[in-house]
């Protein structure tokens, strides 16, 4: 046999035993980084027409924590938001570790820099004018800021993706603050697309490896078509 | 202080437990009580990634209508979640650094599990001529004599601390070793293969070894218990509790009736009859030729009462 | 309703735009402002259209200075007011949706979120007001195109609409159609003429003198820091008290 023919196989014997394991896997996996990204994205926006409208003080610093936290190593998030939700840390009292709600947390801390940074370059090149124009029919201060998202949504759409992009294939802050659990039976608790690779790749099980990372892979393939796409739709706007 | 999730979700799982104690006709009286909470056990990557936790604890999960929540970490990470109170119960075999745990008191009932055992390995020229030696410290002293090669995992995983109690036992101080003392700084395949390639003497578990024995040209020079060779080469788990006076959200009740379910007669055989292609792993403590069902303590400790 | 502009002083920084401006609009007439690039046309719109608050002076609706009444009071008057500018300044969005934005705004929270609901599912509700502002400036059937595919003169028509959808008392338009053609420039001045018979006030800045004198009931000529002058558009023209109106119009004086 040939090594496809028996990875094949594999598959196709494994397959029905393993369905089970990797649907909770991904149904934990969007969970979690869709959550994530829906609450930085809420968080971001604001942040992004503050910095990109208001003068204030500290808007510096603002802006360069926004920039180094775009590129903050995700084991570090880890630790951090390990350290906040820790039972002796200042979250403790929540009893988070462990707990898809830390993992939110931490992916939170990932993709809300990611965000912001990119909604702020959208938000930024939305014209004035056109701000004016949401002003002078009468639009109060919301709605100046509601049309600067609409205006910038291709941009902003590119961000969300960015976002996701990162939360969903990033391992090392979910691997320590969720701990990577599955059931005795068999269905993920903490455990997500990318910590259940590293799990079954040590163990030597790499048909479910395999079938994780194509998953993982075709929904990064996916989110950044579709952010090319977007990012080209972007630029039809005039 | 603020609603516990544990106690929240206990209270929404309640009912459900009730029914499912009732199910099994459960004779423990203390069901109802603890049903429907989640039991958070911390153990090393090695024992995980056996599977043997899952055999284990669907039956109890079962029983008592809880939930365990297993995560894998290294021996020191285990550990530190224990002593933060991030978890209920340790499963580690690393007894050194177990005492410390106890002695720091943060760990209380800790039992003895099952044991399997380590072996030394190297070349088979072997330069040291340790092939067939019965005391591991003696084989320890002789590799360091010849001053040949020997890969140390040096990650302070259970293995790590039990290479570095043997040395201990050897009264040899490991800073002071020169080149052939190498840092394979990883798991356990990366150092049998870092052994294999620089052709030197390694501490490996018996399982891993017996599962990469066929690519590797490493030879197994000195046994350990379970083949009756050293004794100080026995790698025995143990479990503990987080001790609930230190952490008082800890799931004490729990993590008690895991420990008690654990070494009952029902997990030992679980434990006992558990093969890994066709390989036993672990040996029952409580099925053993010479029982230890006491809790044990660090050797020569005594609680103070101050503290 | 007279919207105006009493002794306004106004600096943007070190720079004095304005020191001691007055200008007023009532109900039904065109007011022109002439005046060289860079005397502060567009600026005394912007502080007629209340987006800024003048460093001095007032600006009063209905004898009610602006500046001094609550945020939710001076709101309303901001939305009696509408604008339209140099450039079209429109929403990327369907022409419709343009012209029926100010309407928008005006409604709660509830109405907004049930059209944009209905938007997404591509069930559009047109607003009878936002329809007929475009039937005005005869956009009408372009109403479902994309307001990015407009010709610029169009764009200007549809950004008319918008302003010119929700009623408002006042109009301010800023050189409106500095940059169309000829035909597009008389489609928006037969609209700026319907919305004075419509008793909407009109402020129109403009550099096109002919423009005023087509459309404009009074005329107030701005240069250096203040109006010189200010009356009906025939006397300006014809006989202006400040020499230097002469000047300006005649094209003596360049600035
Ligand atoms: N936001 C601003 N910040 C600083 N200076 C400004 C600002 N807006 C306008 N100015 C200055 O104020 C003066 C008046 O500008 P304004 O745009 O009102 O002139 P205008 O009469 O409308 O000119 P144009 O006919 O070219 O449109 C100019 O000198 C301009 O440089
Ligand atoms: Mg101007």
Known sequence: MSLEQQMLTALVVDFPFEWNYIRSIVRVSLYVSL???ALSTLLSLPVALLVG????????????IINTGMGFPSVVVGLVVLFAVSNQGPLGSFDLVFTTEAMILSQIVLAAPVITGVSLAAVSSVEQNVRDAAYAMGGTNLDVALVTIKEARYGIATAVLAGFGRAISEVGSVLIVGGNIASSDGTSVTRTITTAIQLEARQGRFETAMILGAILVVLVLLVNAIVVRLGSGGGRYG | MTIQRREFLSVLGGGVAVGLAGCTGADDSDGPEISGETLTLTTTTSTYDTGLLDELNAPFEDRYGVTVDAVAQGTGAALRTARDGDSDVVMVHARSLEDEFMEEGYGVNRRDLMFNDFVIVGESDDPADVEGEDDAAAAFEAIAEAEATFVSRGDESGTHTKELEIWDETGLTVEEFGEWYLDGGGGMGETLNTANLDGGYTLVDRGTFLDMRDEIDLELLVEGPVEGGSEMLMNPYGIVAVNPAVHDNVNYDLAMAYIGYITSLEGQEIIEEYRSNDEQLFFAEALSEDPNFRQYLPEGWERSSDD | MTLEAIDVHHSYGYETVFEGVSLSVTPGEVVAIIGPSGVGKSTLLRLLALFDAPDDGAIVYDDDPVWEVSDQRRLEYRRRIGMVFQDASLFDASVRRNAEYGLRVRQSWRERLRHELGGLVGKENGT?????????????????????????GEAQRVAFARALAYDPDVLLLDEPTSDLDPRNTAVLEDAVLEARDRDIGVVIATHDMHQAERIADRVGVLLGDEIIEVGPTERVFEDPVDDRTRKFISGELIY
């Open chain 1, 35 to 37: 959550t994530a990204v």
């Open chain 1, 53 to 64: 409208f208001k003068e204030f003080r500290g808007k510096t610093l603002l802006t360069s």
């Open chain 3, 128 to 152: 009878g007001a936002a329809v007929d502002a475009l039937e005005t400036v005869g956009l009408r059937e372009q109403a479902e195109q994309d307001a990015s595919s407009l010709s610029g």
